[in-house]
C-alpha cells in the first residue's frame, strides 16, 4: 500500500494525488500544497512515495536504462509504458482507499504526476474503471499507445493538462507533443502549456496554469 505525508482539510470534499519523479519524495511534491490549497479550499493533498526504494529517495518504476536527454524513440516509450502498468495499479488502489475513507466520487479526484510520475498517473487515469475528474502531467515521460493499454482503457473522456519546460534538459520539450499525439490515440485532447526557459522544474507560472485548468474544469 502506497503511503506518504497528506494536508487533510477538516471537511475534504476534494483530493489531490501528487506523484513524484524518479528519486525524489512525496515531500518533494508536498512543497506545492501552500499554494494550490490557498485557491482550492476543502481540498486534501496526498504525495505518496512510490513503491521502489533507492539509496536517494524513490521510484515508481525502472529507469536504470535512462540517461537525460536521450533521443525519445517510440520503442523506448512502450516499454517504460509497460514498466508504468504495476505502479499504476497500485496508484489505483490508493484511490479507491482515499475515496472511501473521505466518501468522495471518482470526479471529485485530482492525479498530478511530475516527470516518470506523470506517466503513471496518465495510466492510471486511462485504465480507471469511471473517469477522474483532472489529470496533470508535469514535463512527464510520455504515454505510448500500446496494445496493452488499449485492451485495459476505459473509453471516457477525462480533463487532461500537459505542461512542460520549454529548456527542459532531462525530459526534453518534444515529450510534450509526443504525449499530446499519444494521448489522442486514446480519444482524449489535452490541454498544453510550455513555459519558456524552464528546465525539468515547477514555476509559477505552470502553477497558476494548473489552478485554472483545474478551476475551469470542475464539474
Request: glycine residues 8%.
Amino acid at each position: 500500500m502506497l503511503s506518504g505525508p497528506s494536508f487533510i482539510p477538516q471537511t475534504p470534499r476534494k483530493a489531490i494525488i501528487l506523484c513524484h519523479g524518479y528519486g525524489a519524495d512525496g515531500e518533494d511534491l508536498m512543497g506545492l500544497v501552500p499554494y494550490l490549497k490557498e485557491h482550492l479550499p476543502e481540498t486534501a493533498f496526498f504525495a505518496p512515495n512510490a513503491p521502489i526504494e533507492l539509496d536517494y529517495g524513490y521510484a515508481w518504476f525502472n529507469l536504470d536504462d535512462f540517461h537525460p536527454g536521450q533521443p525519445i524513440t517510440s520503442d523506448y516509450l512502450e516499454k517504460l509504458t509497460q514498466r508504468a502498468q504495476k505502479p499504476a495499479i497500485q496508484l489505483q488502489d490508493f484511490i479507491k482507499k482515499i475515496q472511501e475513507k473521505y466518501h468522495l466520487n471518482n470526479q471529485d479526484i485530482t492525479l498530478i504526476g511530475f516527470s516518470q510520475g506523470g506517466l503513471v498517473v496518465s495510466y492510471a487515469a486511462l485504465t480507471q474503471e469511471k473517469p477522474l475528474g483532472h489529470v496533470i502531467a508535469l514535463s512527464a515521460i510520455p504515454i505510448c499507445w500500446t496494445s496493452t493499454l488499449a485492451k485495459q482503457f476505459k473509453p471516457a473522456h477525462i480533463p487532461f493538462f500537459i505542461t512542460h519546460g520549454s529548456a527542459d534538459p532531462v525530459v526534453p520539450v518534444a515529450a510534450a507533443d509526443i504525449n499530446i499525439t499519444e494521448l489522442r490515440k486514446a480519444g482524449q485532447d489535452p490541454a498544453l502549456f510550455i513555459s519558456e526557459g524552464i528546465g525539468h522544474a515547477i514555476d509559477q507560472p505552470t502553477l497558476d496554469h494548473i489552478i485554472h485548468f483545474i478551476q475551469g474544469n470542475n464539474q
